[in-house]
């Protein structure tokens, strides 16, 4: 924070910040602003759909509403730019002045001059003005197409698995003892460390599930030390939340109540992949489908299943005479694209033109790990992928669009 404090105060005309959600970069430059007591202006770029209200909102922190109301209905850059130099002459900067726009990704999709401007504002307004932009991305995929002045860059890097367990230990239940809460949060980061490294989303999950954490202390069975009986009553709790991390398909009551439901029902867990199904959409759960189907089905018998003048097949027994193992048990093989949007194509009902909202589909399928790509981005191939969702899930998925995938499963025949 000493050094991130030196570096603000330098007056460098803009400064770049990047990294991963929830790492602290708007909470500390927010914290710093205010200690330092420095004139600053927050912008949201999610909040100010139009450059009109990212200017007004500039002019409104630094010199008030008359100033804001200068700007004309549809205001531009150079509209911007002459009314903050009529009120710098009229109110000289007497220290650096800050503009920190969040989420700054999204200026990538107004203006083509409008980043550049930006970053070089120092210079068109005559004012000891500093830029600072808070981004999730990387600058070599922020920077314009058509050059424009290089900011500072500072990197925030991620958490680590120490540092966020002293973080989320932090939000103790008042009831319960630090040591006890401590050893909750270690049960929990070694469970979902792997596969999220998300600050919001742990913190979400740890209050999602310490209810269920602390039910065997509650009835008496167990000690507050006895924190391995404590893990055996959580542990399928934890990895039933796994399957729906980054999805938020429940709220924490909906959550408590399906526990209840399912604890009444033969006391069998079932997970939440019979309710998944419902923040994906129509196209996406043919395509998860289809990716199940290539993952567990050998690439030889995608005539048999999907094509319906496919001449003679040899029985099921010759197929599987050489065969030991079931494919289920070796878990998911990896598959290229278009063997996955010709099975896509096979199995969805109505006819689907290969637009770029299908291609998205599979990104968004991949960025919910629900389907995991194996082939690196620079290779020249077409990209591999495997399924990474269970049986269960899957089954649960068929069933809302009506298809029985059972039959096209290569292991039940």
């Known amino acids: 924070i000493k050094h991130f404090q030196t570096t603000i105060t330098c007056n460098y ?24 007591e420095l004139p600053h202006a927050t912008v949201s770029c999610v909040e100010c759909v139009s450059v009109a209200l990212l200017f007004e909102q500039v002019l409104l922190s630094f010199f008030g509403c008359d100033a804001a109301s200068l700007l004309p209905r549809s205001a531009s850059l150079s509209d911007f730019v002459r009314i903050y130099r009529q009120q710098c002459s009229q109110s000289p900067a007497k220290q650096t ?17 409008l980043l550049p401007a930006l970053l070089r504002l ?5 004012d000891n003005v500093t830029i600072i932009l808070l981004s999730e991305i990387v600058w070599d995929k922020f920077r314009p197409n058509t050059g424009c002045f290089e900011p500072l860059l500072l990197h925030f890097p991620d958490y680590s698995k120490g540092e966020l367990h002293t973080i989320l230990s ?11 809460y401590s050893s909750y949060i270690n049960i929990l980061l070694g469970v979902f ?16 599930n310490f209810s269920k954490f602390c039910e065997p202390l509650e009835e008496g069975k167990v000690k507050e030390t006895d924190t391995h009986k404590l893990w055996r009553n959580i542990e399928p709790h934890l990895k039933k939340a796994m399957q729906t991390v980054y999805l938020r398909e429940v709220s924490s009551v909906q959550w408590e109540q399906m526990q209840q439901t399912e604890e009444k029902e033969n006391g069998a867990l079932r997970g939440l992949s019979a309710h998944t199904h419902v923040e994906l959409p129509y196209y996406s759960k043919f395509l998860l489908i289809a990716a199940y189907l290539a993952s567990y089905n050998p690439a030889r018998t995608d005539k048999r299943f999907f094509l319906k003048h496919h001449g003679k097949i040899r029985k099921t027994n010759f197929l599987k005479k050489n065969e030991k193992t079931s494919n289920h048990l070796l878990g998911p093989k990896p598959f290229p694209l278009d063997r996955l949007l010709a ?9 689907v033109a290969p637009t770029a909202s ?12 629900l389907l995991t790509q194996v082939s690196h981005d620079d290779q020249l191939d ?23 995938i059972v039959k096209y499963l290569y292991d039940f025949l």
């Open 343 to 351: 099975i896509f194509y096979s199995v969805v009902d109505s006819r």
């Open 382 to 404: 077409a990209p591999k992928y495997k399924c990474a969702v269970s049986m269960d899930f899957i089954c649960a998925i068929s069933r809302t669009v009506n298809f029985e």
């Open 122 to 126: 120092q210079e068109l307004v005559e």
């Open 170 to 180: 932090q939000d103790r239940h008042p009831s319960y003892s630090d040591e006890f």
């Open 193 to 208: 460390y792997s596969v999220c490294r998300d600050l919001r989303e742990l913190r979400h999950l740890a209050a999602l």
């Open 13 to 36: 005309p803009s400064i770049f910040i990047y990294g991963h959600r929830a790492s602290g970069k708007s909470h500390v430059m927010h914290v710093l602003l205010k200690e330092l």
């Open 97 to 113: 002045r800050y503009i920190v726009m969040e989420k700054a990704e999204l200026l990538r999709d107004t203006d083509a001059n």
């Open 358 to 369: 299908i291609f998205s589909q599979i990104s968004s399928l991949v960025t919910l790990q």
